[in-house]
């Protein structure tokens, strides 16, 4: 792996302390109570559900899905925790998103477009189907998601924007923990970002996505933002999901997140 050299305005806004990496969040004792409290009651899941009864309604739920991706629907799970992939069909590395998207399609219905929170709550519930099964991203099932791996693993690795920053320059394994303005920086692979996103983001009170995710660290880090769905992204998205694939992460859909 390419060492990284920290721009010194990073190092400088990092400060010296240095927290463990287990302490996922920086918070005060009143919101950690408040983070137990919703843990146990996900303000997500009623957009688990929701998602569920649009996703059935209007896509023809689990059976059309499974149909579409040409596996049974008892396969279906395990399948899910193997996104994003390429799907001939589509001759594309894709996320399960546009899978409804084609499906929609196909049915001669309106796309939803992938950022809406309609699909988002769809996204999130197809995802949960997989609950408990092991992040099984396959890098080189075939040549596409290679390809992909490769493109993702530049774009992770390659300093962009004003600041020159790299999402490896907050989230490489030798600063990880370290923290950034109040905020200790994740290792994305420990963290289970594959299999917790889509998450409820406390700090933003609504559902988030993987991509959404990932744009939000593009904004904040002055990074140009990458579209949704597109070939970066998911590229990028399958880089990130290796990470959580390589420590045998489970799915845990809807996360809870700072
Ligand atoms: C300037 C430093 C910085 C850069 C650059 C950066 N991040 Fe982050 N990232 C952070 C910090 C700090 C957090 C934790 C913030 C919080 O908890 O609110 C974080 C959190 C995340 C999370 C959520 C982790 C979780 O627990 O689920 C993801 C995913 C993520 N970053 C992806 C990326 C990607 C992809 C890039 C590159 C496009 C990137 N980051 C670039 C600082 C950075």
Not at 59 to 69: C, D, H, R, V
Not at 113 to 132: E, T
Request: charged share 25%; net charge neutral.
């Amino acid at each position: 792996m390419k060492r990284v050299i920290l721009p010194l305005a990073l190092l400088t806004a990092m400060g010296t302390v240095t927290v463990s990496a287990s302490e996922q969040f920086a918070m005060s004792d009143a919101d950690r109570a408040m983070y137990s409290e919703m843990l146990e009651n996900n303000p997500a899941d009623i957009f688990v559900e929701e998602g569920g009864e649009i996703f059935e309604e209007e896509i023809g739920g689990e059976a059309a899905l499974a149909k579409f991706l040409g596996i049974s629907e008892k396969e279906l799970p395990k399948y899910v925790a193997g996104f994003p992939r390429y799907i001939k069909k589509l001759g594309n590395v894709v996320g399960l998103d546009q899978v409804m998207q084609a499906m929609q399609v196909e049915q001669g219905k309106e796309k939803t477009p992938l950022k809406s929170g309609k699909m988002f709550s769809m996204l999130a519930y197809v995802k949960s189907l997989a609950n408990d099964e092991v992040i099984n991203i396959d890098v080189n099932a075939d040549e596409h998601i290679k390809a992909a791996y490769a493109l993702g693993e530049e774009v992770y690795m390659t300093p962009r924007g004003g600041r020159g920053l790299a999402c490896n320059s907050c989230h490489s394994a030798d600063i990880i923990g370290q923290v950034l303005r109040t905020q200790p920086l994740p290792d994305l692979g420990e963290n289970n970002v594959a299999g917790t996103w889509p998450a409820y983001r406390m700090t933003k009170s609504s559902l988030r996505t993987t991509q959404r995710r990932f744009q939000g660290c593009m904004n904040n880090a002055l990074l140009a933002v990458i579209p949704l769905g597109s070939k970066e992204m998911n590229a990028l998205e399958v880089y990130v999901n290796k990470l959580a694939a390589d420590k045998q992460k489970t799915m845990a859909i809807p996360g809870l997140k700072r």
